[in-house]
């Protein structure tokens, strides 16, 4: 028995098309094989059949989804860190990602030989997703960290509000940024020189007039002779007294207290500057993964072709 081919290729007549693969080619190749046990020639024809799958329903069903859920999850970086919902926001991404990465895998073949690329894709993105959220954790923390009343280390400062504050042209609040302008001066002491309060007459005591101005025009001749002072002058004396201390008090507390606002707001715009330097670290990190599964996939290296030998 001979076999012939009536054309150099198949024919296609009867060919239905599929919503899941395209076919791009069918070639047929006759062969003739002598075997040593016959001097008989034994031909045959061997089709080759080149089928490319359709993209469309897996990148609106798998793809495009996932690219999305990415995308909110890094937009996790943007968020102030006082919503309180940040890392919410990065473990219910990650849950979703998982989701999907179930129902991709019910679709795939149980296979160790290689690792799907779309199964290879959504692995990536969950890790990213991942380190993501580990990362909002560490922000969070530096947010809240000027709360202890720890200082941010000086390098710190030059590197965070001079070079990549000012990279990602990011507008700081003006009590922090005026610091690092040339023509900044440091506000001057309220009180530059202390009394002791431990001296016997109290903080007035140690003056002449028992603190009260030399021009004083009401008290200014009562007061210059201290042992023509009566008891109720005194007393009035010792009551002033405790008035500038507790006065003296109000202000050290207050400066105290702008003193620590400055060290947690400082800390607050630490944690702004690295949100916005991990958010574009992780869209590059994003992009070229993807770039990279992309261009990797047999659809674009050779057309999406994948070639089936029957």
Same mark, same amino acid.
């Given at each position: *028995? ?23 080619? /069918? ?10 046990? #016959? ?20 990148? +609106?069903?798998?793809?495009?989804? #996932? ?21 919410? /926001?990065? @473990?219910?991404?990650? /849950?979703?990602?998982?989701? +999907?990465? $179930? ?5 795939? =073949? ?9 199964? *290879? ?13 580990? *990362? ?10 000027? $709360? %202890? &009343? ?36 440091? =506000?001057?002491?309220? !009180? =530059?020189?202390? #009394? ?14 028992? &603190? ?19 008891? +109720?002058?005194?007393? !009035? ?15 050290? %507390? /207050? ?7 400055? @060290?947690? *707001? ?45």
């Amino acid at each position: *028995m001979d076999i012939l081919k009536n054309s150099e290729e198949a024919d296609l007549t009867n060919y239905v098309a599929n919503g899941e693969w395209k076919l791009i080619s /069918l070639k047929e190749v006759r062969n003739v094989m002598y075997y040593s046990c #016959c001097p008989e020639a034994y031909p045959d024809v061997t089709y080759t059949i080149q089928l490319r799958r359709r993209p469309l329903y897996y990148v +609106f069903n798998l793809i495009l989804p #996932c690219v999305l859920i990415t995308a909110v999850a890094l937009l996790g970086f943007y968020m102030p860190s006082d919503s309180g919902e940040k890392v919410t /926001l990065g @473990i219910t991404t990650l /849950l979703s990602m998982t989701v +999907f990465l $179930m129902l991709v895998a019910e679709s795939m =073949p149980p296979t160790s030989e290689e690792i799907p690329l779309i199964g *290879m894709y959504y692995g990536v993105t969950i890790c990213i997703v991942s380190l993501a959220t580990a *990362m909002t954790v560490f922000t969070l923390n530096i947010h809240h960290k000027g $709360m %202890r &009343g720890k200082e941010v280390p000086l390098f710190v400062k030059k590197l965070v509000f001079c070079y990549v504050a000012r990279f990602f042209c990011i507008k700081l609040d003006p009590l922090i940024s005026d610091k690092f302008n040339d023509d900044y001066q440091p =506000p001057q002491d309220v !009180f =530059p020189e202390k #009394c002791s309060t431990e001296a016997p007459g109290g903080c007035m005591s140690t003056e002449p007039n028992g &603190g009260l101005p030399s021009g004083s025009p009401r008290f200014g001749n009562k007061v210059r002779n201290q042992q023509s002072l009566d008891l +109720f002058e005194r007393q !009035f004396i010792r009551v002033l007294n405790k008035v500038y201390q507790t006065i003296e008090k109000n202000e050290i %507390r /207050l400066a105290e207290q702008d003193r620590r606002d400055t @060290i947690r *707001m400082e800390w607050q715009q630490v944690a702004l500057v690295v949100d916005r330097l991990l958010l574009w670290i992780f869209i590059i990190i994003t992009t070229t993964v993807s770039l990279v599964i992309i261009y990797s996939s047999p659809y674009t290296s050779f057309y999406g072709a994948e070639s089936l030998d029957v």
